[in-house]
């Protein structure tokens, strides 16, 4: 691993420190607890992420081995004017999190500090898959979850984080406190009640305002099982009719449906959940009482709440260790949608989705989220008179590893068709997917709130060096 003595700020270029004494110009950069790195195997590791579409290698990677390091990097590189983002489990898949500049990997900070029935206090490397197990041997859960766990909790803050549990918000809506180092290079902490500009800023931010290095996040009592229903579909009405027949009751823990397109006979399963304790089993005809189909009709799966939770995780290791998952080609679309035009729209599109626009691994997901309980005002999704609103994902995914240009353009090409059609239909765009944006649709996508984001911008990061790989300002 090669280190950095310091930047060039003619050349543009990091200087390693064999070269820095022959640098007349060069900057001096500050010294730090971890790693600044300028190799190539480094910055080759930070250039991309799921998506497998955009590609930037950094000038250099930070492994910060404190807090500190962070803010220093940021004050060095609000000096020299190199742009920085932050990297966690690089789960976005159009280049959100990418940097040409300086990749900050926040999985080195990594420390759970505290657990108990007041919360958790994590490092923003912290994995909510680690945190389920840690809490969950004091029995306590965090109250909202990710299908997919091994994800950073600084990561699933910034964007949003949509839970599976569909009536307690997202992940941003349940958090305490947060550290954050901002644009300025300086270390904050803020809550609703302290410095709310920054907390709101940066919750559900995209990493515009600041970078969260920690998070005290919500805890609650957990169930020591789970049941978990499975319940088929053929037909759109059908299975709308009866979530949202489950949703208003409000008797379940979670639920969502997913189909794996194929025409106009696309079948669709529904999988509500409820987490219960051995000594309280739930009771399966009261709970799907008055659906379309019987009671009797649904499969029924127990599971260990850890299990349950961590189902997604354990088949992404399997496609991980089977078909190359993590080297695929992923031009995942994500939108949320409003309740009155979501059927609609799954019915207009799903029968048109193609073998290709699935691929092997792929599927479409359908999670629905109580509106009132989003509280986080840059976290964007429709506003409209339903207390509902819903997801709307194709977890698309290539054939096979390795370029393809034909199928990014085509599938590139396909999200952003149907994003203009969600759009029209008052929906907004859930941002980990790949969706062409300019400035202009991410004004629109901000709505009311735009004016409001461009001040916490300027006045945190008013030198527009943080996460540059969304282009939200020009």
């Not at 930070?46 to 492994?63: C, F, K, M, W, Y």
């Not at 008052?426 to 400035?439: A, E, K, L, V």
Request: with cysteine; aromatic share 8%.
């Amino acid at each position: 691993m090669a280190l950095v003595d310091g930047f060039d700020p003619v050349g543009r270029l990091w200087i390693g420190r064999a070269q820095a004494a022959d640098a007349r110009s060069c900057v001096e950069a500050p010294p730090l607890d971890g790693a600044l790195l300028i190799d190539l195997a480094s910055r080759s590791a930070d250039s991309t992420d799921e998506g497998n579409i955009v590609q930037h290698t950094p000038a250099a990677a930070l492994r910060p081995g404190s807090v500190e390091d962070i803010a220093k990097m940021i004050g060095f590189c609000r000096k020299c004017g190199i742009k920085v983002a932050a990297r966690g489990q690089h789960h976005t898949t159009f280049g959100q999190g990418l940097s040409s500049g300086l990749i900050i990997e926040n999985r080195w900070l990594n420390t759970t500090h505290s657990i108990g029935p007041e919360g958790a206090d994590v490092d923003a490397g912290v994995l909510w898959f680690d945190l389920i197990r840690q809490s969950f041997a004091q029995g306590l859960t965090p109250p909202v979850l990710t299908g997919y766990t091994q994800l950073s909790i600084a990561g699933t803050l910034s964007v949003g984080g949509v839970s599976l549990t569909n009536g307690k918000g997202a992940q941003v809506d349940r958090v305490q406190e947060l550290q954050v180092v901002t644009g300025k290079g300086e270390i904050v902490w803020c809550s609703e009640h302290h410095e709310r500009d920054l907390f709101e800023a940066v919750l559900a931010g995209l990493g515009q305002c600041g970078i969260i290095t920690r998070a005290r996040v919500d805890l609650v009592r957990a169930k020591s099982m789970a049941r978990q229903y499975t319940i088929q579909y053929t037909e759109v009405a059908a299975l709308f009719r009866d979530m949202r027949t489950l949703l208003h009751r409000g008797e379940l823990d979670g639920m969502y449906a997913i189909c794996v397109p194929s025409g106009a006979n696309s079948a669709y399963l529904l999988l509500p959940t409820i987490y219960f304790n051995q000594s309280s089993p739930p009771d399966n005809n009261h709970l799907l009482r008055g659906l379309s189909v019987s009671p009797g009709a649904a499969a029924v799966q127990d599971l260990g709440y850890v299990d349950q939770v961590t189902l997604v995780d354990a088949l992404y290791n399997n496609l991980a260790a089977t078909m190359m998952f993590d080297q695929l080609i992923k031009p995942w679309f994500d939108v949320f949608l409003p309740d009155h035009a979501v059927e609609q729209y799954v019915s207009d599109v799903v029968p048109t989705l193609t073998p290709e626009d699935v691929g092997p691994t792929g599927f479409v997901l359908i999670l629905a989220q109580k509106r009132s309980e989003l509280t986080r005002p840059f976290f964007r999704v429709p506003d409209t008179g339903s207390d509902w609103t819903y997801l709307f994902d194709i977890l698309t995914s290539s054939s096979g590893p390795g370029a393809n240009p034909a199928f990014v353009s085509k599938m590139l090409a396909r999200n952003r068709k149907l994003f203009e059609k969600a759009r029209a239909a008052g929906g907004t765009r859930y941002p980990i997917g790949s969706i062409p944006f300019d400035h202009r649709d991410w004004v629109v996508q901000y709505g009311k709130v735009w004016d409001r984001f461009v001040e916490l911008k300027n006045r945190f990061d008013p030198d527009d060096i943080l996460t540059p790989g969304l282009g939200i300002f020009p």
